[in-house]
């Protein structure tokens, strides 16, 4: 197989080339933002969207992009083409740092353009038994950044608050940590937002408690709706977690899992619950909606830059 090709300030290089400076804002202090893209059999899902929020972070952050949307969503799109990732599951990760400074703090020693990669490639957060059987979930100590201190819809390069709450779970024996608010209430895992059911009602935390309003997310909500459930957003705390009928993650990595023990409790039946397994069995078709999706070019149509 070739080496895999890297996007890199508008070119591709192969990834032993692809180097960024050590003086880069985005290795010395995480001054950066990042998006993560879903590629299903070459469908490129809500990649507009992604794509969006991807610009609204690094207008947030003051990091000027030079290169419109429709150039971005290009440079993914040919990212999957070029590394010939049209069947099965591509991962894309794009990035932008506010580029090279020096030691200091200050952003305005950033003189020159800012540093934006894509990366195409793959990604395996669980292995496939998990997804038919469940993962087990701990709650965490470490609690999620205050909204007065960075609001978690910016996805910033800096997620030592997050890696903080997996090694707690790591170390607790847990596929993954529940992370709370500065209160106590219940904000999301690690790297996935999460649901609970209860009699037939989906509930996920809102926006306004400090979450990432994930773009799976909000498609699984929709498919919720669609199949006759009440959806809401509220308030939740860890009683809820332990009492629900069913409980799962979503997220671009992950999809959708389902949780079966949180803390020792066994959540529902001790398996993915049927609400559960109706939105996964219908999460391909929704991926696979015109309007869902931005299909990549064949290779041939891609040209090195």
Not at 9 to 25: C, E, L, T, Y
Not at 58 to 84: D, G, K, S, Y
């Amino acid at each position: 197989m070739s080496e895999l090709q890297i996007w890199l300030n508008g070119r591709f290089v192969p990834k032993s080339q692809a180097v960024i400076s050590v003086f880069d804002h985005g290795v010395l202090y995480g001054d950066g933002c990042f998006e993560g893209i879903k590629s299903f059999d070459g469908k490129i899902f809500k990649l507009k969207e992604h794509i969006d929020r991807f610009y609204e972070s690094a207008h947030f952050l003051t990091i000027h992009l030079e290169r419109t949307r429709e150039e971005m969503m290009q440079a993914c799109a040919e990212a999957v083409a070029i590394n010939e990732l049209h069947s099965g599951v591509a991962y894309i990760r794009l990035v932008a740092t506010r580029g090279p400074g020096d030691l200091g703090i200050n952003p305005r020693k950033c003189r020159e353009a800012p540093t934006v990669y894509c990366i195409a490639s793959s990604i395996t957060l669980y292995p496939e038994e998990k997804y038919e059987r469940g993962i087990k979930c701990a709650t965490v100590s470490t609690r999620r950044n205050s909204v007065q201190s960075l609001p978690a819809r910016v996805k910033s390069l800096n997620y030592i608050n997050n890696i903080l709450g997996i090694i707690e779970a790591n170390l607790s024996g847990a596929d993954e940590g529940i992370m709370l608010t500065q209160e106590g209430y219940l904000s999301e895992a690690t790297v996935d937002n999460i649901f609970i059911a209860k009699n037939g009602v989906v509930k996920t935390p809102a926006p306004y408690l400090g979450i990432l309003e994930g773009i799976t997310r909000n498609s699984v909500m929709e498919i919720a709706r669609r199949e006759g459930h009440t959806v809401e957003e509220g308030t939740y705390v860890t009683f809820d977690l332990y009492t629900a009928d069913e409980c799962w993650l979503t997220g671009t990595g992950a999809d959708l899992v389902p949780v079966v023990e949180i803390d020792g409790r066994i959540i529902g039946e001790g398996a993915p619950g049927p609400i559960f397994r109706r939105i996964r069995s219908l999460w391909r078709d929704y991926i696979s909606e015109p309007g869902h999706y931005t299909p990549a070019p064949p290779k041939a149509a891609v040209v090195p830059r």
